[in-house]
């Protein structure tokens, strides 16, 4: 499959990351509540353009994956990404990628994360032919991690980072949550709904 895919539920539309979209991602990391569990701090109009211009070249590196704006109407609510993996410790980039999604504050406990990121399994296993998705986070990050549980992922460790500038909590780790096709498909642990506030 080729370039990103538009895609839908039943109240967001998920559509690629575009130039477009650089003011509502300047919103969005620029609430230190949105950030808490990233970098702990408001980023700068000047980090976040430098953001955009990675997330936008993210789409160029596995067909298929990328970014996706979520949209209610046209209203920005967030982004969710399948990302190929970047670590050597999170394994190969063929068949794998990382799931991950950031919702401006005043759009979340309505269970837009878990919506648009039930699409993305859908799509990635569906469509793209995946074989395993994972997500990452703090592991006091617990809003994130009820989300991951809601879509079926389970904890596969629990590990920690050489950081320069560590966050509050990063003492306890980071967490590795995953799902793979085979598990999808039997759909092992997924409930309807799941929480979702926070970012991944």
């Given at each position: 499959?080729?370039?990103?895919?538009?895609?839908?539920?039943?109240?967001?539309?998920?559509?690629?990351?575009?130039?477009?979209?650089?003011?509502?991602?300047?919103?969005?990391?620029?609430?230190?509540?949105?950030?808490?569990?990233?970098?702990?701090?408001?980023?700068?109009?000047a980090e976040v353009e430098a953001r955009h211009r990675q997330r936008l070249a993210v789409a160029g590196r596995v067909p298929g994956l990328g970014f996706w704006a979520g949209l209610i109407g046209d209203e920005f609510v967030g982004w969710w990404i399948l990302e190929p993996p970047e670590r050597p410790d999170?394994?190969?980039?063929?068949?794998?990628?990382?799931?991950?999604?950031?919702?401006?504050?005043?759009h979340w406990r309505r269970g837009l994360a878990?919506?648009?990121?039930?699409e993305l399994l859908r799509h990635g296993f569906t469509d793209l032919g995946l074989r395993r998705v994972f997500a990452e986070t703090m592991a006091v990050n617990t809003a994130s991690r009820a989300t991951m549980a809601a879509l079926g992922m389970r904890h596969v460790r629990t590990f920690t980072l050489d950081l320069d500038d560590p966050l509050s909590g990063s003492e306890l780790g980071e967490v590795e949550y995953a799902i793979t096709r085979d598990e999808w498909i039997a759909g092992a642990g997924v409930s309807p709904g799941g929480p979702g506030p926070a970012s991944a």
């Open positions: 499959m080729g370039a990103q895919a538009e895609l839908r539920t039943a109240r967001l539309r998920l559509v690629p990351l575009a130039e477009e979209h650089l003011e509502a991602e300047v919103e969005l990391d620029s609430d230190p509540e949105v950030m808490r569990y990233l970098t702990g701090r408001a980023s700068t109009r999170q394994g190969p980039v063929a068949g794998q990628a990382e799931l991950g999604y950031r919702l401006l504050r005043r878990g919506e648009g990121a039930r």
